[in-house]
């Protein structure tokens, strides 16, 4: 009797086989993301059919990440890998290698125009002021609309069977992305331009800043690990007060204390902290882009409000 079941059972099994509709749900494609903010982009356009690990989580900082073996591991389980590129991360590049690593990488940003920036050091030993790329393309949504489209289509490299998938949730948030932009553009457009002076931790708002016409004012330069010499310090606060900014931030994945100290010293005092470089906590105001961009947008204008 139960080895006529079993033949039953496995008569069963191969009869659905054979119908056709009846599949086997695939396993998700495992994807590492260098960073929180490329984990999201990830995790919107692949969908379900994406298994998502971030290197860099929220509320860390890319710019002095030291990675770990369980990256590593991370990475060579994977089939693609996505980094922002522009210099960012150049740790990711030289974890995959040193792993073995033997996926693909798509580097985000590919076909961003970029923008050059001023060196933390400023001069060579010649007198020569150094440019640099700024990484920070993210901080424009016009850019990650070019990221969203750049992810999907390496998706749709690895995983071929998803590809229309892919490129209608590219689309569709690229929509997002247009709406974002044309809402952030309204709330500027309430301040007249000579308010639109803010105060920040590191110089990461270039790209935003060219997009919206607001002018920022940092003490450290394009990297976090970068220390501002206290001639550069004492400038800026002379700044603050001779151009009356209120509009003082710090971010959430910089040490708080530099910025705390300049306030003190130009009599002004920040505000909330705002996202740059990664997102906040899950449930936080900024565990998305989306999220991320309306939140600093929403700060930034009350900010210069008192300007």
Known sequence: MKRAFCKLLLSGIASACLLPGASFAAEPLPVVASFSILGDLVRVVGGERVSVTTLVGPDEDAHVFEPKPADARAIVQSRLLVVNGLGFEPWAQKLAKSAGYKGETVVASQGVKSRAMAAEKGHDEKGHQH???????????????????????????????????????????????????????????????????VITSHD????????YQVKFLAPQGVSTDAEPSAKEVAQLIRQIQREKIRAVFVENM??????????????????????????????????????????????????????
């Open 131 to 197: 440019e640099e790329t700024d990484p920070h393309a993210w901080q424009n949504p016009d850019n990650v609309a070019l990221y969203a489209r750049n992810i999907a289509a390496a998706l749709a490299k690895a995983d071929p069977a998803g590809a229309t998938l892919y490129q209608a949730n590219a689309s569709a948030y690229v929509k997002e992305l247009q709406t974002l932009d044309a809402w952030a553009k309204a709330q500027f457009a309430t301040l007249p331009a000579a308010r639109r002076k």
């Open 204 to 211: 990461a708002f270039g790209y935003f800043a060219a997009q």
């Open 254 to 307: 910089s040490n708080p204390k530099l910025l705390a100290q300049l306030s003190k010293d130009a009599g002004v005092s920040a505000g909330p902290a705002l996202y740059v470089d990664a997102l906040s906590a899950a449930g936080g105001p900024a565990d998305s882009y989306l999220k991320l961009m309306r939140h600093n947008v929403t700060q930034l204008v009350r900010g210069m409000q008192a300007n």
